[in-house]
């Protein structure tokens, strides 16, 4: 299998396993909310921060003291914690594909390049997901987000 061909015919744990990526434990809420819904055939995810071991990978910026390619790979690392949220709540097996991702970007004054950051994420999803993991997207540029962090995500996914 290759560029996640034929992903649905197996689970997507295993696919996970064959790429070599481990999904992280679900992140304590930090505030009042829970880390992802049910309704009907979605399930939304509260926005998700890079957490590593229940702490922040790093805080800034990004465009000022955060590299934007840094921030790529904490937008994957805020895709992987949505990722263990879906499957805590329902098992990641029962996703049928990915429909939307939304990618907050803490931007610095002058910074426009929201959209690379969040490619971060949505490569991740592709290489997992294959074809399923094709979603629409935001990447909005904001000026702060919770504790520092550079980045934050959510997905919506669908069901089988």
């Known amino acids: 299998m290759t560029s996640g061909q ?3 015919a197996q689970s997507w744990h295993a696919r996970l396993a064959e790429l070599g990526i481990r999904l992280p434990p679900v992140a ?3 505030a009042s909310y829970v880390p992802a819904v049910r309704s009907g055939q979605l399930v939304f995810t509260s926005g998700q921060l890079p957490f590593v071991d229940g702490g922040l990978r790093r805080t800034g910026k990004v465009g000022g ?3 934007p390619e840094d921030a790529a790979a904490d937008a994957k690392l805020c895709a992987l914690n949505a990722l263990a949220a879906v499957d805590e709540l329902v098992g990641l097996d029962q996703v049928a594909r990915v429909v939307r991702v939304v990618g907050y970007v803490a931007s610095a004054e002058g910074f426009s390049g929201q ?3 969040v490619n971060g994420a949505s490569e991740l999803l592709g290489k997992v997901f294959g074809e399923a ?3 629409a ?3 909005v540029g904001v000026a702060e987000l919770p504790l520092g962090a550079p ?3 959510e997905l919506t996914v669908e069901l089988r």
Request: cysteine-free; overall charge positive.
């Open 151 to 153: 980045v934050e995500i």
């Open 137 to 139: 997207r935001s990447a």
């Open 133 to 135: 993991g094709r979603h």
């Open 28 to 30: 304590a809420p930090v």
């Open 115 to 117: 959209p690379r950051v």
């Open 65 to 67: 003291s955060v590299d």
């Open 6 to 8: 034929g992903a649905q």
